[in-house]
C-alpha cells in the first residue's frame, strides 16, 4: 500500500474515490487490514472514511431509526436509542469482538464485510433494516436481504458507499433474544447464532414471531414457514419441537475448524429451546 | 520497588513491572539500527520431500537483496538439537516439515525481504508424508530419518515394576481407557526474534529471545563451526517462552546471517505466522492405561502405554517421554505394573518442550483413569485418592524412594474440607435451567531439575559497586516468570540492603555465568541456593572488612544493615561505600556454585532413559478442583470456580507464586477446553489466533490458589520448583467434573461443545 487518504467531508469523498477508482474504502479497517496482512488483498491507496462524521451517530428521522454507516460498535452499545429501542442489536454488539474490536469496528463495516458470520447481521435482518447507498449522484435504498448476496457479496456499484442503515419499527416486540454460540467467551467468530424477536400471549402462545440464523448458510437465513409454524404454538418443548427439526433440516451449515457441520446443523435448531425461558411461570 | 530490605515470604513488585508498564523495559525486539539489516527465512512448505534445487535466481536480482544463503553457506555441523543433533539449520536434501527452513535472505527493507522470500523457488520430489504417529510405528512407512537406528523411533524404553503384568490377575476391579491429547501452542506474545553483529575482530554478538543462552552458544558455535570464545549471547527482557524458547529457534539463522552482513547488524524477526509453523509444539500424545486396585480401593496395578508424536525433530522429545512416563503413576502408591513408551518422529510439526514437559499429558491420564476406577468401586474420587497418595519414604510408581518433601496428602486434605468441595451437591442442584454441573478433581506431581545425570548446577555473582551498591549476575533466564525477583529478595534480605539498591544484570554469556536454562521448574530452586551461599559470602566477606578497619577481632560483631556496616556492640557505622572503595574491584565480586542433589535409586537400567532424566529427585505436587456448568442446548462448558491447593515448598513471594498458578492454570484450561494445533497431512490449519484460540480474560474462572507452605530442606528457604504443575491440573479435573456431570468421561481433548453435548444427549437417551 502506498497512501491513505482521509476526506473529512463527503464532497471530498466523491472526489478521492473519482481520481482513485481502484482505491478501497476503509472504515474501521478490522476486517479490512487483515485482509491485507494476509494479502488477499493488495491494494495500492486506502480511503479512510472514519472522519466523515456526517455518517456517524443514531437520530430519529421520520419514524424511522437512522443509523450512520460509520458508528463504531462501542457508540451502538452506549447510544441511548439503540438501548431502548434496538435492544437485540445492542446484545449482539455487545459480544462483538473485544473492546479494541468494538472501538474501531463499524457497523457499516459489518454489513460489507457481509460474513455469514457477521454479528449484527441476524438481528438487521429481522428488524428489517433497510441500507441507503449513495454514490456522487445518485441515492437508493435497499432491504438488508437484498443488499448480501453471499458470502462476502454484496450489491455495491463502483462509486458506492454504504451511508446509513434505517429501521422502522413498525411493531414492538416483548422479547429481544440474541445468542452468538462462539469458540469462547470473547474474540470468537460466531459457530452459530439466533436472533430472534417475539410477542407471548398471555396463554404463553406465541403470538409473533422472527428468526434469523448466522453461520449456516451463505447469508443469514430466515425460515417463514418455522416462523408460521410457531405462531400460535405453546411455547413448550412439545410446542416448538417440529419447528427445531425444521431448522435443522433448513440450514445449511459447513465445516471448519471451529465446528462441524452437524453440530451447527444440531445446534441451530437446538437455540429455540432458549426461548422457553421467555415463557411465563403463571 | 521498595527502599527497604525485602523480606522471604513477603511480596516485593516486580523490579521489572514499572518498565513494562510504561513500555521502557527493553526487549530483543527493540534493537533497531539506522542501515541495519533484515534476514528472512524461506520456510519448505510441505511436509517430506527430497529438495534437488533451490532456485533464488530471481529473489537475488529483486532491489535491496543482499545475500540468499543456503546450507552451502553452513561452516560447521549444520546441524542443532539438545540431547540428539538431528535438526539442520538449513536443509541440505531432506525437507522432514512444512516449517523447515531452507533459505535465508537478507535485505536492506523487510518488504524487499519478504518479495525476494517469495521468490525463491524450490524444486522438489514429495515423498510420502508420515502425519499419523500410530502408522508411523508401522513396517511400511516412510522414514523421517534414514539413519535413524530404530526406524521412526526417537526414543522407547520400558519399566516393569513389581510383579509386572502378573499383578493384573490379583486386581478385584480393573478399569481400561485410551486418552488422546492434542498438538498445543505456546503462543507467547514476543514472537522469536533477535538482533546480531559480527565485529571486525569475528566476534559473533547476539541479542535474542531465548531461555537457554550458555547452551544456544555451544549449538550455534558447533553449527556454523566457530570458535565458542567467539560467540556471545546477550538475553534481555523476554517477552514468554513457555518452553517454546528451551532451545535454538532463531540464533543460528541469525548469527550465519550476520556473518554475510558485511559487519551491519541483522534483525530477525519471525512473524505470528511463521512462528506457529516453525516453532515447538506441545507433543501429542495417545495414553493407553489399564489401572487395577484391590476391593478396598488400594491401588495394585498399572499398565501405561504412552505414544508422542515428536516431528520430525528430537529437540527434548526424549526427554519429554522419560518425564512421562516417570510421572505416569501420578502421585500414587502403585507397587506393580508396566510403562511402556515411546516417542516417534513424523512430519507433523516439531514438538518440543512446553510448561508441564509430558507430565501434562500422563497427568490427564491417570487422573481420568482415577475417576473411573473410583466409580467402579463404588468409592468417593478424593477419598481413593488420599488412601493411595504417595508419603515421602513410598517408592513411586517407577520404583524411586521419596526422599524430599512430599505433600500430596496436605493437598487432597485441603481440598476434602474447601467449601467448593463439602458444598458441592447443594451447589450442583442448584444449576439453572438447562444446565447440568459437576465438580471434579486432579491430582499432580511434577518433578524438578534435569534428572539423574545431566548436571543440574548454577554460578551466583555479586558484586558489590563503587557506590556501594550490590549488582546480582543473573546466569538464568527470567521469560516473565519472576524469578529475577526472587533474586532481587534473596540478596536484598540476606545483607539487608535496600531492595532497590540491588541491580540486576540480566544473562549475558560474557557476563554473568553458566547456570543452565529456565525451564524444568529448576530457576529459583538451583540459581536461588547458589545466591544465597553468595550473598552469605559477601556478607562475611563485608563484616571482616569492617572489623579489620575498625581493628576488631570478631567480625561476627558487626552486621550489614542499609547502606552501612554496623558494629553491633558500639552502634557505630561504616558507609559501605567506603568499604567498597577501599577493596580492589576483584573482592568486590563474589561467585558461589551449587549443584542439585539427584536421584541415586537406580530405578532402570537403560542409560539412555535415565540420561534422558529418570528419574528425578525433587517434586511438588498439587490438588485440583474443577467446579464446571454444562450448557445443554449447545454444550458449552464454563468453569465456573477453580482452586489449587499445592504444595510447592515454602513461598518466597505470595504474589509471584499465586501468578504462576493462576497463569498455568489458564493455560491448562486452554489445553482442555480451547487450544488445539492442528496439521493435516503435516499442513498447518490454524494459522494464526483467528483459529487457534487461547482462552481470555473472559474464559478464565475465579481460581484460588492455597500454598501448603510445606519447608523443603534441600530448597532456597524451604521452597521448590513451582514454574510447570499449574498446568497439569486443568483438564483432568474439568474432564472428571464432566464425567461427574454426565456419566461420560471424554477421552480427548480439547473437550470440545460439539463432545460435550453428545455426551449430554447421550444421557437424554439413556
Ligand atoms: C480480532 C477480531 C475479532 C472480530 N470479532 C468479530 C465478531 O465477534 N463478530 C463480528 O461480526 N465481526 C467480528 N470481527 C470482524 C469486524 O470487526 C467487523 O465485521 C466490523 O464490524 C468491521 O467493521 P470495520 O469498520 O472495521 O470494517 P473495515 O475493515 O473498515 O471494512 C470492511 C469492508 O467493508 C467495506 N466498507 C466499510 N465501510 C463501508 C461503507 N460505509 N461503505 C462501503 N463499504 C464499506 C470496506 O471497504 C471493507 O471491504 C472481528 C475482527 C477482528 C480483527
Known amino acids: 500500500m502506498s497512501h491513505a487518504l482521509v476526506p473529512t467531508k463527503l464532497e471530498e469523498l466523491w472526489a478521492y474515490i473519482a481520481e482513485n477508482p481502484e482505491a478501497m474504502l476503509c472504515a474501521g479497517g478490522t476486517d479490512l487490514l487483515v485482509k491485507i496482512r494476509s494479502r488477499s488483498v493488495t491494494p495500492d491507496c486506502l480511503i479512510c472514511l472514519e472522519r466523515l462524521d456526517d455518517l456517524k451517530g443514531v437520530r430519529f428521522e421520520a419514524g424511522e431509526i437512522i443509523i450512520g454507516a460509520l458508528t463504531t460498535h462501542r457508540e451502538l452499545l452506549h447510544d441511548p436509542i439503540v438501548q431502548r429501542d434496538l435492544s437485540i442489536l445492542a446484545s449482539a454488539v455487545q459480544n462483538l469482538g473485544s473492546p479494541p474490536i468494538r472501538n474501531m469496528g463499524t457497523l457499516g463495516g459489518n454489513i460489507v464485510t457481509a460474513s455469514p458470520a457477521g454479528d449484527t447481521l441476524a438481528p438487521l435482518y429481522i428488524l428489517k433494516a433497510r441500507l441507503k447507498i449513495r454514490s456522487k449522484e445518485s441515492s437508493r435504498s435497499v432491504p438488508i436481504e437484498s443488499f448480501i448476496l453471499g458470502p462476502g457479496k454484496v450489491d455495491l456499484r463502483a462509486g458506492e458507499i454504504l451511508s446509513e442503515i434505517a429501521i422502522n419499527q413498525d411493531s414492538r416486540f416483548t422479547v429481544n433474544h440474541f445468542e452468538k454460540v462462539g469458540r469462547r467467551n470473547a474474540l470468537a467468530c460466531s459457530v452459530v447464532s439466533m436472533a430472534a424477536l417475539m410477542n407471548i400471549a398471555e396463554d404463553n402462545t406465541i403470538s409473533e414471531i422472527r428468526l434469523a440464523w448466522g453461520s449456516v448458510g451463505p447469508t443469514i437465513m430466515r425460515f417463514g414457514d418455522v416462523e408460521r409454524l410457531l405462531e400460535g404454538r405453546q411455547l413448550t418443548v412439545r410446542g416448538i419441537e417440529d419447528a427445531i427439526r425444521k431448522v435443522q433440516q433448513s440450514v445449511s451449515p459447513i465445516a471448519d475448524t471451529r465446528a462441524s457441520a452437524d453440530y451447527r446443523r444440531d445446534v441451530a435448531g437446538r437455540l429455540l429451546l432458549r426461548l422457553l425461558s421467555y415463557a411465563s411461570s403463571r | ?766
Open chain 2, 1 to 766: 520497588m521498595s527502599n527497604r530490605p525485602a523480606n522471604i515470604g513477603s511480596t516485593l513488585l516486580r523490579p521489572d513491572a514499572l518498565l513494562k508498564v510504561k513500555g521502557e523495559a527493553r526487549f530483543s525486539t527493540d534493537f533497531y539500527e539506522k542501515g541495519h539489516v533484515w534476514a528472512g527465512v524461506k520456510r519448505a512448505g510441505r511436509p517430506h520431500a527430497i529438495l534437488k534445487n533451490i532456485d533464488y535466481s530471481e529473489a537475488i536480482k529483486l532491489p535491496g537483496v543482499i545475500a540468499v544463503l543456503t546450507h552451502k553457506d553452513v561452516g560447521g555441523t549444520n546441524r542443532q538439537g539438545v540431547i540428539k543433533k538431528d535438526q539442520p539449520v538449513l536443509v541440505e536434501d531432506r525437507i522432514r516439515h512444512c516449517g523447515d527452513a531452507v533459505a535465508i535472505v537478507l535485505s536492506d527493507t523487510r518488504r524487499s525481504m519478504e518479495e525476494a522470500i517469495r521468490a525463491i523457488k524450490l524444486e522438489v520430489e514429495p515423498l510420502p508424508a508420515v502425519t499419523d504417529p500410530r502408522l508411523s510405528l508401522k513396517d511400511d512407512a516412510a522414514l523421517v530419518h534414514e539413519k535413524n537406528e530404530d526406524r521412526n523411533i526417537l526414543l522407547g524404553g520400558a519399566i516393569t515394576v513389581g510383579k509386572g503384568r502378573a499383578a493384573e490377575a490379583e486386581c478385584d476391579e480393573i478399569i481400561e481407557a485410551t486418552f488422546e491429547t492434542q498438538r498445543q501452542e505456546h503462543a507467547y506474545l514476543e514472537t522469536e526474534n533477535g538482533w546480531a553483529r559480527l565485529d571486525d575482530q569475528g566476534r559473533l554478538e547476539i541479542v535474542c529471545s531465548t531461555q537457554t543462552p550458555f547452551r544456544d552458544r555451544s549449538e550455534i558455535a558447533e553449527a556454523l563451526g566457530l570458535d565458542l570464545k567467539n560467540v556471545r549471547i546477550i538475553v534481555p527482557y523476554v517477552g514468554g517462552a513457555f518452553g517454546g524458547k528451551d532451545g535454538i529457534t532463531v540464533q543460528t539463522l541469525l548469527a550465519l546471517s550476520a556473518m554475510h552482513a558485511a559487519g551491519r547488524p541483522v534483525k530477525m524477526w519471525w512473524s505470528r505466522e511463521e512462528s506457529f509453523i516453525a516453532s515447538v509444539k506441545r507433543h501429542p500424545s495417545i495414553l493407553r492405561y489399564r489401572l487395577g486396585a484391590k476391593r478396598d480401593g488400594t491401588l495394585h496395578f498399572l499398565d501405561v502405554d504412552i505414544t508422542m508424536d515428536t516431528g520430525p525433530y528430537d529437540h527434548l522429545g526424549g526427554v519429554v517421554l522419560a518425564l512421562a512416563m516417570e510421572h505416569s503413576g501420578g502421585p500414587y502408591r502403585i507397587p506393580n505394573g508396566v510403562v511402556d513408551g515411546r516417542c516417534v518422529y513424523t512430519n507433523n510439526p516439531i514438538s518440543g518442550a512446553f510448561r508441564g514437559f509430558g507430565v501434562t499429558q500422563v497427568s490427564s491420564g491417570i487422573e481420568r483413569a482415577m475417576d473411573l476406577l473410583a466409580v467402579k468401586i463404588g468409592m468417593d474420587p478424593l477419598e481413593l485418592r488420599l488412601k493411595n497418595a504417595l508419603r515421602a519414604g513410598d517408592r513411586n510408581f517407577v520404583g524411586k524412594t521419596l526422599t524430599t518433601s512430599t505433600g500430596i496428602t496436605e493437598c487432597l486434605e485441603t481440598l476434602a474440607s474447601h467449601p467448593l468441595w463439602t458444598q458441592r451437591s447443594f451447589w450442583k442442584r442448584n444449576a439453572g435451567i438447562l444446565k447440568k454441573r459437576g465438580v471434579g478433581i486432579s491430582a499432580i506431581v511434577h518433578g524438578s531439575g534435569y534428572g539423574p545425570i545431566v548436571p543440574d548446577y548454577a554460578n551466583a555473582k555479586i558484586e558489590l559497586t563503587g557506590e556501594g551498591k550490590f549488582r546480582v549476575y543473573c546466569g538464568v533466564v527470567d521469560m516473565g516468570q519472576g524469578n529475577s525477583t526472587a533474586n532481587v529478595q534473596i540478596v536484598s534480605s540476606i545483607l539487608n540492603q535496600p531492595a532497590n539498591d540491588i541491580e540486576l544484570v540480566l544473562p549475558d554469556t560474557e557476563r554473568t555465568l553458566p547456570s543452565g536454562s529456565a525451564s524444568a521448574s529448576r530457576c529459583t530452586y538451583t540459581f536461588g541456593n547458589a545466591l544465597i551461599s553468595a550473598a552469605k559470602i559477601m556478607k562475611e566477606r563485608l563484616c571482616r572488612k569492617a572489623a579489620d578497619l575498625m581493628m576488631k577481632k570478631d567480625p561476627q560483631e558487626f552486621s550489614t544493615t542499609p547502606i552501612t556496616i554496623r558494629h553491633l556492640p558500639t552502634g557505630s557505622e561504616i558507609p559501605l561505600k567506603v568499604i567498597a572503595n577501599m577493596m580492589d574491584s576483584s573482592e568486590r565480586i563474589v561467585t558461589a556454585y551449587f549443584r542439585a542433589p539427584v536421584a541415586e535409586d537406580l530405578v532402570t537400567g537403560d542409560y539412555n532413559l535415565r540420561l534422558h532424566g529418570m528419574p528425578h529427585n525433587l517434586f511438588s505436587y498439587a490438588a485440583n478442583l474443577a467446579c464446571v456448568e454444562l450448557d445443554e442446548i449447545t454444550g458449552k462448558v464454563t468453569v465456573e470456580n477453580y482452586a489449587t491447593a499445592s504444595d510447592c515448598g515454602n513461598v518466597l513471594n505470595p504474589q509471584l507464586y499465586e501468578q504462576q498458578i493462576q497463569g498455568g492454570a489458564i493455560q491448562g484450561l486452554g489445553l482442555a477446553l480451547y487450544e488445539d494445533f492442528v496439521a493435516v497431512e503435516g499442513h498447518v490449519t490454524t494459522k494464526d489466533f483467528s483459529t487457534y484460540l487461547t482462552p481470555t480474560s473472559m474464559d478464565a474462572p475465579d481460581i484460588e490458589s492455597i500454598a501448603m507452605g510445606i519447608y523443603e530442606t534441600t530448597g532456597p528457604f524451604g521452597s521448590k520448583g513451582i514454574g510447570e504443575i499449574a498446568t497439569n491440573g486443568p483438564l483432568p479435573a474439568i474432564a472428571n467434573a464432566i464425567f461427574d456431570a454426565t456419566g461420560h468421561m471424554l477421552e480427548k481433548s480439547p473437550i470440545t461443545p460439539e463432545s460435550v453435548l453428545t455426551a449430554l444427549t447421550e444421557i437424554s437417551k439413556e
